[in-house]
């Protein structure tokens, strides 16, 4: 099973702040757990929203672009880490394992080819 870790943006993460090297050390440490462990398959940090931009799909398969930033930070994505694990708990496992110490990180499964047969 693959889930997908989705680190939620707060305010400093939009205002383009960076993590301090004690948290990135923390983070390179529990990145290097997960590879240890087989199940890491992908990670990523993502830049603030200002540097983003949203498409918007309409009728008659019309396009609207628009540039970041974005105000609804609590809706906004951070990064992320998708994992490979043989169940729900170890997801919830590695999940409680990341070295935050605020924040939020939403877990979700990712579909599997057989899931559309």
Do not use: C
Not at 57 to 72: I, L, Q, S
């Amino acid at each position: 099973m693959r889930y997908m870790m989705i680190v939620k943006s707060s305010p400093e993460a939009e205002s383009g702040a960076v993590p301090s090297p004690e948290e990135l050390a923390e983070m390179g440490k529990f990145n290097e757990e997960l590879v240890k462990a087989g199940v890491m398959l992908d990670r990523n940090g993502l830049r603030d929203s200002s540097e983003g931009f949203r498409v918007h799909y309409g009728p008659g398969g019309r396009t609207t672009v628009v540039d970041g930033p974005f105000a609804e930070a609590k809706e906004l994505v951070a990064g992320y880490w998708i994992i490979q694990v043989s169940s729900r708990e170890e997801a919830v496992e590695w999940a409680r394992r990341i070295p935050f110490q605020e924040g939020e990180v939403e877990v979700r499964k990712v579909f599997e080819e057989e899931d559309f047969a």
